[in-house]
């Protein structure tokens, strides 16, 4: 595997399982480009530190934790063969693994008749949680968020939204116009634009507003800061 840095032990700051303790296994390369990200230096697709799944296995018992966040960079545009046997070595020793992802890999291979081989391998291999953090500044087809929060929603899964004060409208409707309501789907600010409280606090207002007026009370939806960063910035290693 292609990782941007060790595996380290931390806490999930963002999403529905915020708060577990964990070890981020970051692999090196995105082309996505969101924005907001905050870990830029994972972009580019130069070969850091190989590893190989089973000693990123040992390296993460070394560590007591029982939760993998595999996240990047883009997993899903490493070698897949790769990430199925960390997958499954990991769950052999009683490790779970929650993939982070863009959807970049998910939105080429979904088809609108089914689903190609590649995705049936994300799903038949089990990876546990799928995060999806759809890269918004990309071109964006929310019919394919549609379809493929269709096709995800029996397994564990979860939308995370990026957003400021200038798009949660848009963002929230278009949630509310286009995903399935039985999806978890997790609003959270962009942290390179609401830094303060009291930018939070007004977009948690602008979102309680919405969450009325577009009568979001039967969806599974939330509102959620992002942990880490109000603990450690965007320090690396944390
Ligand atoms: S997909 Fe993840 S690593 Fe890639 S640019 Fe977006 S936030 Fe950064």
Known sequence: MNLAEEPYLSIQGEGVMTGI?????????????CAWCDTSYTWKFRKHLQREPK?????????????????????????????QNLVILAA?????????????????DIQVEGLTPKFEFLNLCAF????????????????????IGNALKAGSFQYKFVVDIDNIQ?????????????????????????KSNEELGDLGEEFINLYREKHLYWRKIRFMDRLHYRMWGNEKLR
């Open 21 to 33: 303790p964990c070890v981020f296994v970051r692999v090196q390369g995105c082309s996505v480009h």
């Open 55 to 83: 000693d990123v296995v040992s390296n993460v018992r070394a560590l007591d934790a029982t939760t993998i966040i595999l996240t990047g960079g883009e997993p899903l545009e490493q070698d897949l063969h790769e990430l």
């Open 92 to 108: 052999e020793v009683g490790v779970i693994t929650h993939v982070e992802t863009s959807g970049l890999g998910l939105c080429d």
């Open 128 to 147: 546990n949680t799928i995060s999806w953090k759809p890269g918004i500044d990309k071109t964006f087809d929310w019919t394919r968020v549609m379809q």
């Open 170 to 194: 848009d963002i929230v409707r278009k949630v509310a116009g286009y995903i399935d309501p039985s999806v978890q789907v997790v609003i959270q600010p962009d942290t390179s634009k609401v």
